[in-house]
């Protein structure tokens, strides 16, 4: 199993402890209403003005925190994770709240639908710092641009670090900025021998700048950046962006 399947696991810890979100389940201040994004989203979507009905894609949407304030605001709205237990949550949180969105499991960077040119935007509220190895987030930022019309925008919110060596959360990070976590030899998920132990990839953070070279690689154009200061965590910062798919062929 893939490295990033194993958010499957704290689902299951979600959904024993009936919590609501990612958000809920890491202790942050957020809750499914009022998500870590939202107030960004709010401006962004101001400064954007999609069309009404615009067809929106959350990837790794989790338990739908951000499809729900979406679907909410008039929008057509689909969802995937690549956690099945995350899918059954958002799924009764949509039904509960009477809100048609199209939930579906599947994989940013193998992701199963086809085509291309069909959402007005595509947005990561945190997911794209779970893809951690270069071709994987190759496979993912491809994947982004073939599903985005022409003209259409990729928001993005993730987390970054000007200096990887400044790291102060838990694991250990490397030069890359891909952060490690020591798993035992039974962990089921893919995993990595280095000194004798066994080590887990979670997270890619880097730089605004690396970022910002990743996106214009992708393709995209970078229509706004800023950078959020994480008031819990020294030295971490959410990088944002408004990218946009080029209008030409
Ligand atoms: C930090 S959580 C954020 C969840 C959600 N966006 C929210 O705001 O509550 C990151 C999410 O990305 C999902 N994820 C990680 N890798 C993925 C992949 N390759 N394809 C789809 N989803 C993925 C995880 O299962 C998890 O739900």
Same mark, same amino acid.
């Given at each position: @199993?893939?490295?990033?399947?194993?958010?499957?696991?704290?689902?299951?810890?979600?959904?024993?402890?009936?919590?609501?979100?990612?958000?809920?389940?890491?202790?942050?201040?957020?809750?499914?209403?009022?998500?870590? @994004?939202?107030?960004?989203?709010?401006?962004?979507?101001?400064?954007?003005?999609?069309?009404?009905?615009?067809?929106?894609?959350?990837?790794?949407?989790?338990?739908?925190?951000?499809?729900?304030?979406?679907?909410?605001?008039?929008?057509?709205?689909?969802?995937?994770?690549?956690?099945?237990?995350?899918?059954?949550?958002?799924?009764?949180?949509?039904?509960?709240?009477?809100?048609?969105?199209?939930?579906?499991?599947?994989?940013?960077?193998?992701?199963?639908?086809?085509?291309?040119?069909?959402?007005?935007?595509?947005?990561?509220?945190?997911?794209?710092?779970?893809?951690?190895?270069?071709?994987?987030?190759?496979?993912?930022?491809?994947? !982004?641009?073939?599903?985005?019309?022409?003209?259409?925008?990729?928001?993005?919110?993730? @987390?970054?670090?000007?200096?990887?060596?400044?790291?102060?959360?838990?694991?250990?990070?490397?030069?890359?900025? !891909?952060?490690?976590?020591?798993?035992?030899?039974?962990?089921?998920?893919?995993?990595?021998?280095?000194?004798?132990?066994?080590? !887990?990839?979670?997270?890619?953070?880097?730089?605004?700048?690396?970022?910002?070279?990743?996106?214009?690689?992708?393709?995209?154009?970078?229509?706004?950046?800023?950078?959020?200061?994480?008031?819990?965590?020294?030295?971490?910062?959410?990088?944002?962006?408004?990218?946009?798919?080029?209008?030409?062929?």
């Amino acid at each position: @199993m893939k490295y990033y399947e194993s958010h499957e696991d704290g689902y299951r810890r979600i959904k024993e402890n009936n919590l609501s979100s990612w958000d809920e389940f890491c202790e942050q201040s957020g809750t499914f209403e009022n998500f870590y @994004m939202k107030e960004y989203l709010v401006t962004v979507l101001d400064r954007i003005q999609p069309v009404s009905n615009a067809k929106v894609l959350d990837i790794g949407c989790g338990t739908g925190p951000v499809s729900c304030f979406l679907a909410q605001q008039g929008y057509n709205v689909d969802g995937f994770d690549i956690s099945r237990t995350a899918i059954e949550i958002a799924r009764t949180k949509a039904e509960d709240l009477g809100l048609d969105i199209h939930y579906s499991v599947d994989d940013i960077c193998h992701i199963s639908i086809t085509g291309s040119d069909i959402y007005d935007i595509v947005i990561d509220t945190h997911c794209m710092h779970c893809i951690t190895y270069d071709s994987d987030r190759h496979a993912a930022l491809t994947n !982004i641009f073939r599903l985005l019309k022409k003209g259409g925008y990729f928001i993005v919110e993730t @987390m970054s670090i000007e200096d990887p060596s400044l790291w102060p959360l838990n694991g250990r990070i490397d030069k890359q900025g !891909i952060v490690w976590r020591e798993v035992n030899e039974d962990y089921p998920y893919e995993k990595v021998r280095f000194e004798d132990k066994y080590w !887990i990839c979670t997270r890619r953070i880097m730089s605004p700048s690396d970022l910002e070279d990743e996106l214009i690689q992708a393709g995209l154009l970078i229509e706004h950046s800023e950078i959020h200061e994480d008031e819990e965590s020294e030295h971490m910062t959410d990088f944002r962006a408004i990218c946009r798919k080029p209008m030409g062929d």
